[in-house]
């Protein structure tokens, strides 16, 4: 996986985007589109949280994104309130 940066920078590690998630710490992410295509990856590799976007329509890069990064705050709230 990608590099590491302490908490509260961002960065890039072998490709990767480095940035902080809140209070749950930093993850990585790599974002990529064209005309025709648009991929998201996020992690927070501490927690085993992670998302996997991809979509036939480059248009909806900001909000694969998005939608990315909602669903792994989700998550992480969910891995945080779990006993």
């Known amino acids: 996986m990608g ?29 990529g589109a064209t005309s025709t295509y648009a991929a998201t990856a996020m992690f927070l590799v501490h927690d085993g949280i992670g998302f996997i976007g991809l ?11 998005g939608l990315g990064g909602a669903v792994v705050t989700f998550l992480a709230h969910r891995a945080k309130a779990a006993p």
């Open 3 to 31: 590099g590491s940066q302490p908490p509260g920078r961002k960065g890039t590690g072998l490709g990767w985007g480095v940035a902080e998630f809140g209070a749950f710490g930093h993850g990585v992410f790599h974002t």
């Open 55 to 65: 979509t036939n329509c480059g248009q909806l890069a900001g909000a694969i994104d």
